[in-house]
């Protein structure tokens, strides 16, 4: 995820003078909702990242030990922290969330830290750490499951936090047209333009490099959907935002 956004120039994410039921039996107005919107929405980011920061050390760990013949913490790692067919088949389900967290390259972590930290505090404090979260992890789920659609016929692992960023940012897009952003902190535009450009260029990978190259390209893609999905999803059932 190379498009980074350091701040908002547009009104309140929150939408103003506008109430709306939420369902009752929804995970959003449980007790939950109001134990994790009392996490502070920056340092909710900031143990995501730090998270992804630890998982990364521990490929780091888990590739020296490999290279002194012990495979087993690599092995792990492929099976618990990356989400791919075989994967789901052997029940690991929970590879679709934790994948999320997951980075071996030193460049892929430390542009998905960078979007993270530009972008998504502004967004986690304004909607509250639940909500956001809900957006994340879907984001996560999608991206990994269009992933394994779009790369079906190829030996195809996904991992990454770039398809959960990606829902972050179409879900805020959705939320309010008018948010503009500091493209890589200097040029100012509109979010919704920047989305548009970002799954344009990822459609344009994901068709020339399925099933190869370092960059998930159909996980950005599934991340883009699954964020726009969430908010329809969430306005069709009447849930606050």
């Given at each position: 995820?190379?498009?980074?956004?350091q701040a908002?120039?547009?009104?309140?994410?929150?939408?103003s003078?506008?109430?709306?039921?939420?369902?009752?039996?929804s995970?959003l107005?449980?007790?939950?909702r109001?134990?994790?919107d009392?996490i502070?929405?920056?340092?909710?980011?900031?143990g995501?990242?730090?998270?992804?920061?630890?998982v990364?050390?521990?490929?780091l760990?888990?590739?020296?030990?490999?290279e002194?013949?012990?495979?087993?913490?690599?092995?792990?790692?492929?099976?618990?922290?990356?989400?791919?067919?075989?994967?789901?088949?052997?029940?690991?389900v929970?590879?679709?969330?934790?994948?999320?967290f997951?980075?071996?390259?030193?460049?892929?972590?430390?542009?998905?830290?960078?979007?993270?930290?530009?972008f998504?505090?502004a967004?986690a404090?304004?909607?509250?750490?639940?909500?956001?979260?809900q957006?994340?992890?879907?984001g996560?789920?999608?991206?990994?499951?269009?992933?394994?659609?779009?790369?079906?016929?190829?030996?195809?692992?996904?991992?990454?936090a770039?398809?959960?960023?990606?829902?972050?940012?179409s879900?805020?897009?959705?939320?309010?047209?008018?948010?503009?952003?500091?493209?890589?902190?200097?040029?100012?535009?509109?979010?919704?333009g920047v989305?548009i450009g970002?799954?344009?260029?990822d459609?344009?990978?994901?068709?020339?490099?399925?099933?190869?190259?370092?960059?998930?390209?159909?996980g950005?893609?599934?991340?883009?959907?699954?964020?726009?999905?969430?908010?329809f999803l969430?306005?069709?059932?009447g849930?606050?935002?």
């Amino acid at each position: 995820m190379s498009v980074l956004a350091q701040a908002f120039t547009g009104p309140s994410l929150i939408r103003s003078g506008q109430q709306q039921n939420a369902v009752a039996l929804s995970l959003l107005e449980t007790p939950i909702r109001g134990r994790l919107d009392r996490i502070n929405g920056n340092w909710l980011v900031y143990g995501i990242i730090g998270i992804n920061v630890g998982v990364w050390v521990a490929f780091l760990a888990a590739r020296a030990s490999y290279e002194t013949g012990d495979a087993r913490p690599l092995r792990w790692l492929f099976n618990n922290m990356t989400c791919s067919a075989e994967n789901l088949k052997q029940g690991r389900v929970w590879t679709l969330i934790t994948s999320a967290f997951a980075h071996q390259a030193m460049e892929h972590i430390f542009m998905n830290s960078l979007g993270l930290w530009m972008f998504c505090p502004a967004v986690a404090t304004s909607i509250g750490a639940a909500s956001f979260l809900q957006v994340y992890l879907a984001g996560a789920i999608g991206c990994d499951l269009f992933s394994l659609w779009w790369n079906q016929h190829y030996n195809y692992r996904s991992l990454g936090a770039s398809g959960a960023l990606c829902a972050i940012m179409s879900f805020t897009a959705c939320l309010n047209p008018r948010a503009s952003v500091l493209l890589y902190g200097i040029v100012p535009m509109p979010l919704y333009g920047v989305v548009i450009g970002i799954f344009l260029y990822d459609l344009y990978g994901a068709r020339n490099s399925s099933g190869g190259g370092k960059t998930d390209f159909a996980g950005h893609l599934g991340g883009t959907l699954t964020g726009i999905g969430v908010y329809f999803l969430r306005r069709r059932l009447g849930m606050r935002f």
